[in-house]
């Protein structure tokens, strides 16, 4: 029944959905995501330093700036674009790589843009000029290994990449590791099979336990006339990068040996992380201290010492929360009027109280909460990629499920009362949310007090709708699946319920409803055998 009623309403309010209350839940998503990643994210945990979540809310003090970063890159057509980015300076390389595809692919949808993992991020320090490149990883050999054994990703900070830096986002080369006994170091192999990225070389002479950046060397007049000859060219980056006149070269998978220590492999033996190795303020080696006792001085301390953060981002949120609720409960959406499906459904549940005796219109407001928001609209304010083509990342879906408590809340008539074991998301929106249920008993009542819609204007509402879906779905599938999770399962029910009606004013529609069972049930149960 759960099933049948959200399917109901996904097909009979899509347009409504995609009309008018999809522009303020997509705004709500994008304002939600920006002001979550305006501070540092963690990587491994998830955990933010802004956050409506408190399980996802960094606790610890990061110092880090904002900087802009000089990107260049191409768009779907091979054209080279040169775009201006903001970023952390402890952001790791990959949420550096998809806050430039945010950025550049702005009004795309995610399923068509490139992966981070098929890019490559190199920075050209202004020093070198063109003749010297640096290819970022999150993990190389250069990784700051502390005395515990954690592995710190690298981030921006770590290869001292500064205000102003360019950098170029190119799709990710081949590499093949090939051991030089002559050499104290690896050697790799570059097959330039999907970009022409010339002269990529890299020399490092850093320790293990190193934090800061290697050492880099230009090439030698050797190697650099070795290049020359492989690629017939010296040209420099941005040009063999993005220039499709070398797009001939592409195919004959020219080897380039470069000497390099990075090796963005992982090191299975050590424990990573980004931004913070425990979750919560007491981490697992706190001596003397009970594991509840941890979760109670940690849960007291989240919510006096930082619940100023989890307000601050709230703050930023709230009026983008108020024009999605204030959509959503609303009877007027633009010059159309209230879908049909939702007036015919909340009269059906009006009907059904007065058969039944129920007196009680608490009872009723709980039916028609439980049926069109909690069922329909939360799971669409948890799941917005059910909507659009988007990512959601963890720590945005916990924000987004402290905005779905909300909503539910906002449809409940019980009681708000708030005390210390309260979830920090209820203190939050306290306030809001006695607005909010103030829409929602205008919203029902203006339903109640529009005219009813007929039987024959929902028939052809139905009959349109099928016609939008003809070649959607499969007819037999569908009465299949109707039949063995409804029918099948109920066959005692609806067998008992049409013989009992054969005394009321339908009892000759309902006497061959029970004939057209019968066969269905006859049919089915060969079809079976």
Not at 126 to 149: A, H, P, Q, V, Y
Request: hydrophobic residues 35%.
């Amino acid at each position: 029944m759960r099933t049948s009623l959200l399917a109901f309403f996904q097909l009979l309010i899509h347009c409504v959905g995609k009309e008018f209350t999809g522009t303020p839940l997509y705004i709500l998503f994008l304002s939600l995501k920006q002001q979550i990643y305006k501070g540092p994210v963690d990587q491994i945990t998830s955990e933010a330093r802004y956050s409506l979540s408190e399980d996802k809310l960094i606790r610890q003090s990061i110092d880090y700036d904002t900087i802009t970063i000089r990107v260049q890159l191409q768009d779907f057509d091979d054209a080279l674009h040169e775009i201006s980015v903001k970023v952390l300076n402890c952001d790791t390389i990959t949420q550096v790589k998809e806050k430039i595809l945010d950025s550049f692919f702005k009004g795309h949808p995610f399923s068509k843009r490139p992966s981070v993992d098929d890019l490559d991020l190199i920075y050209i320090p202004s020093e070198w000029n063109k003749s010297g490149r640096l290819i970022l990883f999150d993990e190389d050999k250069t990784c700051k290994i502390d005395n515990d054994d954690f592995k710190k990703l690298n981030t921006l900070a770590h290869y001292k990449i500064s205000n102003g830096a360019l950098l170029v986002l190119v799709y990710r080369q081949t590499y093949q590791l090939l051991q030089s006994p002559s050499n104290d170091c690896n050697s790799y192999t570059l097959l330039d099979t999907v970009r022409n990225a010339e002269n990529m070389t890299l020399l490092s002479k850093s320790s293990k336990s190193s934090s800061s950046p290697p050492t880099y060397s230009k090439l030698t007049s050797n190697e650099y006339a070795a290049f020359s000859a492989i690629n017939g060219s010296t040209t420099g980056l941005t040009e063999t990068l993005f220039n499709p006149a070398n797009s001939t070269r592409m195919n004959q998978n020219h080897q380039l040996i470069v000497r390099n220590t990075l090796n963005h492999n992982s090191d299975k033996k050590n424990k990573k992380y980004h931004l913070i190795k425990y979750n919560g303020l007491i981490n697992s080696t706190t001596p003397n201290v009970k594991d509840d006792k941890k979760q109670e001085i940690a849960a007291k301390l989240v919510s006096e010492v930082y619940l100023t953060r989890l307000l601050a981002t709230k703050g930023g949120m709230q009026s983008y929360v108020d024009d999605f609720f204030e959509t959503v409960f609303s009877t007027a959406h633009g010059s159309n009027v209230l879908p049909h499906a939702i007036k015919y459904f909340f009269d059906f549940l009006d009907d059904q109280a007065n058969l039944h005796g129920i007196t009680d219109p608490d009872v009723v407001y709980t039916w028609k909460s439980n049926s069109l928001p909690l069922r329909f609209w939360v799971n669409i304010i948890k799941n917005p990629d059910f909507v659009f083509d988007i990512h959601k990342s963890n720590i945005v879906d916990a924000s987004l499920s402290v905005i779905a408590s909300t909503f539910m809340d906002s449809c409940s008539q019980s009681r708000l009362d708030l005390n210390k074991e309260s979830p920090s998301g209820k203190l939050l929106f306290y306030k809001e949310v006695h607005k909010y249920r103030k829409w929602v008993e205008s919203y029902y009542s203006e339903i109640r007090q529009m005219p009813k819609i007929s039987e024959s204007e929902m028939n052809e509402l139905l009959t349109e709708e099928s016609k939008k879906h003809c070649g959607t779905f499969n007819k037999n599938n569908s009465l299949h699946k109707l039949y063995n999770d409804y029918v099948k399962k109920n066959r005692t029910k609806l067998e008992n319920r049409l013989s009992e009606s054969q005394n009321s004013a339908n009892a000759s529609l309902n006497q061959h409803l029970n004939y057209r069972l019968q066969q269905v049930i006859y049919l089915m149960d060969a079809i079976e055998v």
